[in-house]
């Protein structure tokens, strides 16, 4: 029943791409204000060079009810954009093969051009890219890596003509080397800026705020346009408001690649939650949602943790977390705790509270030198009884981390 179920139809699934007349669907994914719409326009006109008489669907989608309210079905060639790929999209791209190009930006000019652009204020314009953000690094670690590009705006992509013959390769396209010139002309900002000033006249876009409307066919928004330039947070915002964006862009370090978070002293709490700092130390395994907790979503889920001052010997964590299961005594726990690839000795403090709520202690007792802990949280996947079950990836428990403390540790030796 359409709505109730994530499964792609079995007609579509091992369609492989033609050479001459390009994939089943594109996927171009990106953090807002990152070039997106522009690699959404060039994949449409390097399909319509490529199989001039087949038509091209452009398609915006993030959820499965965005895909049954489109012609992804009926197309033959859709041009899927997103910026925030649910868990439909996400399956769709792996079960599916689909070539996804996926562009990033410093989230802090990111946050600064939509506020620039579309009169946003920074809450507004912060919670609009990170919430839209969460779905992106899932996305990608569910695709094949070769089914992956990856464009980053500071590199100037949109301005290279090369990028769209990288385009063209990466999804399977013969693109003759004549049409890479008209293609970056009609995506030039002059060109650009004509086709948004022809909409207004045509009527598509009025006196609405901005956001708000965009051309179905491009997805070209009015006011579209900005300077591209990088580094103009330092302008647009207080130095505490890009301190705070960084910390609650921890989650994107995977695709993009952040300043390095800041260093954990002894007795200091981090703490996951709306008032937190703890997602700048999440790594691989863990999804920061919209609630802003940290949940294991993979039977590992890392978190990096670099120290204020190194350290050596004992070492003792207090880790708040809930749980759906029980997950102690420590010798029947599903969960385990490995501080630098050691496995760390977890005890109980105090009772079980209200809604799975359990503070732990995880403890070391002879951690080498070090000024940064790696702690791996590994849950088994979930087993049916005896029958042999597919391999997955997906924890028996959901595990939700509400603060780390690092309570005590041992000073290397002097030399």
């Not at 179920?5 to 807002?32: H, W, Y």
């Not at 094949?144 to 290279?160: N, Q």
């Not at 890479?180 to 800026?193: D, E, Y």
């Not at 200091?268 to 949940?295: C, H, I, M, S």
């Amino acid at each position: 029943m359409p709505g109730t179920t994530e499964d792609v139809p079995t007609s579509m699934a091992n369609q492989k791409p033609a050479l001459r007349t390009g994939p089943r669907a594109v996927i171009c994914a990106g953090i807002f204000s990152s070039g997106s719409t522009w690699i959404f326009n060039a994949v449409q006109e390097i399909l319509r060079h490529a199989a001039p008489g087949m038509p091209v669907t452009p398609i915006y989608m993030d959820s499965l009810d965005d895909a049954n309210g489109s012609d992804l079905w009926q197309s033959s060639r859709a041009v899927i954009k997103t910026h925030a790929p649910g868990a439909f999209l996400r399956r769709f791209a792996a079960t599916e093969a689909v070539p996804v190009i996926l562009s990033v930006r410093d989230p802090r000019d990111a946050v600064s051009s939509l506020m620039q652009r579309f009169f946003l204020s920074f809450d507004q314009a912060s919670d609009f890219v990170l919430r839209a953000s969460h779905g992106l690094p899932l996305l990608i670690e569910g695709v094949v890596p070769d089914d992956i590009l990856v464009l980053r705006y500071e590199d100037g992509f949109t301005r290279r003509r090369s990028t769209l013959a990288d385009i063209a390769e990466h999804i399977g396209v013969m693109l003759p080397k004549a049409a890479i010139a008209p293609i970056a002309a009609a995506l030039a900002p002059g060109a650009v800026k004509a086709e948004i000033a022809a909409l207004h006249d045509q009527g598509v876009f009025d006196d609405r705020p901005p956001l708000t409307q965009f051309d179905p066919n491009t997805h070209w928004h009015p006011r579209h346009l900005g300077d591209g330039k990088s580094g103009k947070w330092q302008s647009a915002m207080t130095e505490a408001q890009a301190g705070a964006l960084i910390e609650r862009s921890g989650f994107l370090r995977p695709i993009y690649g952040l300043e390095p978070p800041h260093p954990v002293a002894s007795g200091k709490t981090v703490r996951f939650g709306p008032n937190g700092d703890g997602v700048q130390y999440l790594g691989e395994g863990f999804y920061y949602d919209e609630g802003y907790k940290a949940w294991a979503v993979k039977s590992r889920a890392d978190m990096i943790l670099p120290l204020a001052r190194p350290i050596a010997g004992a070492l003792s964590l207090i880790i708040a977390c809930r749980s759906d299961v029980p997950i102690m005594p420590h010798d029947a726990s599903p969960l385990h705790v490995r501080v630098n690839g050691m496995d760390a000795v977890l005890t109980q403090v105090g009772p079980a509270k209200v809604g799975g709520r359990i503070t732990l202690t995880a403890q070391v007792k002879a951690l080498p030198v070090t000024a940064r802990l790696t702690l791996a949280f590994s849950l088994p996947p979930p087993e049916a009884g005896n029958a042999p079950v597919p391999r997955s990836d997906r924890p028996s428990a959901t595990i939700s981390m509400m603060s780390i403390r690092l309570a005590s540790a041992g000073r290397p030796p002097k030399i």
